[in-house]
């Protein structure tokens, strides 16, 4: 009881000097202040940054395997993977067969082509050849008319699916609902427009500039079965089967391209894992360099407390004699200013995380989707009371090994 008692009389003792103090307070609150909002805005950039790169590849599905030539991600040599043959449409019509419909493949080819529609034109659009199984392995549907049906990819038929920002840019207002548009030599008929997906994110492909058309369209119009790189989307049934499916679809592969079990794999798997870790692996680096030079400014505002905090002890030397004379144990002073010192950097820390949350807003507003979480604000309140504490230690340790006779005798 009597241990909470001398906590309580000490917190109240540091209150009361700092509100004595208002103006030397609020201007030592300032390093503390600008570091807090460095920190918390580091933070909510880069959990944005995070959010937007998810949103932007929302469609590759979570639980679709894709098996491409070369990695999406190449962090070795380029000269490994430049000599790979092509994966061929024979090649993905194989695997789906040895699957035997234990997941849904997808094949699909892609190369850019400039669009028209009368004298509108959009340079460098990517054109995917596709199946119409690509809307059950993408999230991604129409957002009016239809998607590619069996009967399109079967008879071969011209008829395309378009992007919202394709849609926007060669109709405008008008329904591009079964007008016809030029995709390089190649007249197709507008079936559907797909719903708005979002713009590219950090070099990603912007999926609202894209043409789905059948696969088999694709080939007539724009390469041959042989001279076409496939790329082949596997759906995993779940979740959890995702990493059984991966390990048989390797195996599978190996099979189709009859590799010896001591050649490596000349096909890569790619899943949305992939994107992910290697965007984690490169932000995450980049958050380390970004909280190393906003703790700087913590430093400095540290600095500056521990320096008020100096003063403060020293101003009130004949203060800390008084208390010492009439009974007043060294621990009970080394926390007032402890106390003082960490009260003065907690204010600092909540109004830095008003200014941050404002500041958030905007960028959530004009730059991408952001908020501060509530473990961001539980690091932004513990730093700024550690920060705070460490800074009045010295201080106080000082105030508290003062000789009362001496400090008495201070002018």
């Not at 805005?41 to 937007?52: D, E, I, K």
């Not at 008319?145 to 038929?157: E, I, W």
Request: charged share 20%; glycine share 10%; net charge positive.
């Amino acid at each position: 009881m009597r241990g909470l008692m001398s906590i309580t009389e000490s917190f109240r003792i540091a209150l009361s000097a700092i509100m004595a103090n208002k103006a030397r307070g609020a201007l030592t609150t300032l390093g503390i202040i600008i570091g807090i909002v460095a920190v918390i805005t580091t933070m909510t950039a880069f959990n944005g940054m995070q959010n937007a790169f998810r949103q932007g590849f929302s469609s590759v599905g979570s639980d679709v395997i894709y098996v491409s030539r070369m990695p999406w991600i190449i962090m070795n040599d380029f000269f490994l993977y430049r000599n790979r043959p092509n994966l061929e449409m024979a090649e993905a019509e194989k695997l789906e067969a040895n699957l035997q419909g234990k997941a849904i493949v997808n094949p699909s080819m892609d190369t850019q082509r400039d669009v028209k529609y009368e004298s509108k034109r959009i340079d460098g659009i990517r054109i995917v050849g596709t199946t119409e199984k690509q809307t059950v392995v993408s999230t991604a549907v129409p957002d009016i008319g239809r998607f590619l049906m069996a009967f399109d990819v079967s008879y071969k038929k011209k008829v395309a699916v378009i992007g919202k920002e394709v849609s926007d840019g060669l109709f405008d207002t008008i329904n591009p609902i079964n007008k016809e548009i030029w995709i390089g030599r190649n007249k197709f008929r507008v079936v559907g427009v797909m719903e708005k997906q979002g713009g590219s994110t950090f070099g990603g492909p912007n999926f609202d500039r894209q043409i789905y058309i059948p696969i088999s369209s694709y080939v007539k119009a724009f390469g041959g079965r042989r001279s076409t790189d496939v790329d082949i989307a596997i759906k995993a049934p779940s979740i959890e089967s995702m990493e059984a499916l991966e390990y048989q679809v390797i195996g599978e592969m190996r099979k189709v391209r009859k590799l010896r079990p001591s050649e490596d794999d000349n096909f890569s798997i790619n899943k949305l894992d992939t994107l992910m870790g290697g965007f984690n692996s490169v932000m995450g680096v980049v958050l380390g360099l970004g909280l190393l030079v906003t703790s700087v400014a913590l430093f400095v505002g540290g600095i500056g407390v521990m320096n008020v905090m100096f003063v403060s002890v020293t101003e009130r030397t004949r203060e800390i004699g008084i208390r010492k004379a009439i009974g007043a144990k060294r621990h009970s002073i080394l926390l007032q200013f402890l106390f003082e010192s960490a009260i003065i950097c907690l204010l600092g820390g909540l109004i830095g995380i008003l200014i941050a949350s404002l500041l958030t807003a905007v960028i959530n507003a004009v730059l991408m989707p952001a908020s501060i979480s509530v473990p961001i604000l539980i690091v932004a309140v513990v730093v700024s009371v550690v920060v705070g504490v460490f800074a009045g230690l010295v201080p106080a340790w000082k105030g508290a090994r003062l000789d009362p006779i001496e400090a008495l005798r201070y002018e």
